[in-house]
């Protein structure tokens, strides 16, 4: 079902396809959770998107980001449904990927526009407005859920995270000497 909405000009000139009415942003972040989404619209953003094909009812590309992977979504009876060629998306879970397809293929990010709206340099992040994205403001914003689940989602493909975080948890699980 294709459900026209009136665009800024008042003309029926936006289609509603099922892609799009399933694969919005909330639903996207529903789906994927807090670690998996905020990853997926980097990649979004940063054009990580290929080889788009898209249908009323599915969506198809390549997402290249810690490896290039083959992503799938689809639409049945208005439910979402994903597939992706990485780890996460093998065990039929929302990934990453499956949000910057997402994303890109509903124009919910359109990376030849929106790269401009985050400055990377050297010195950190800039959000459209030049002013400085501070870190620790968006860490200490989420709640304690939302924050662990960032963290492990984050520790899941970064290895050298992975890896410091194991060694602060087998330092906390230590008993302190007493004295």
């Known amino acids: 079902m294709i459900v026209n909405q009136s665009g800024p000009n008042g003309h029926d000139d936006i289609a ?3 892609l799009h009415a399933v694969f919005d942003e909330d639903e996207c972040a529903r789906l994927a959770g807090l670690g998996e989404f905020t990853r997926g619209v980097a990649l979004a953003l940063q054009g ?41 998306g093998a065990v039929e879970q929302f990934c990453a990927h499956a949000v910057a397809l997402a994303l890109v293929a509903t124009g919910a990010i359109d990376p030849s526009e929106d790269s401009d709206d985050f400055d990377h340099t050297d010195d950190g992040f800039y959000d459209a407005d030049g002013q400085p994205i501070d870190l620790r403001d968006f860490l200490e914003s989420l709640d304690g859920p939302a924050l662990v689940d960032l963290v492990v989602d984050l520790a899941a493909v970064n290895d050298v995270l992975a ?17």
Not at 163 to 179: F, Q, T, V, Y
Request: hydrophobic letters at 30%; proline letters at 10%.
């Open 48 to 88: 990580r998107v290929g080889d788009l094909r898209i249908r009323p009812s599915s969506a198809s590309g390549t997402v290249d980001g810690d490896q290039l992977t083959h992503t799938q979504l689809s639409v049945i009876d208005g439910t979402p449904g994903s597939t992706c060629t990485c780890p996460t």
């Open 16 to 18: 509603i396809t099922p």
């Open 163 to 179: 890896m410091d975080l194991r060694e602060a948890a087998a330092r906390w699980r230590r008993p302190h000497p007493i004295g």
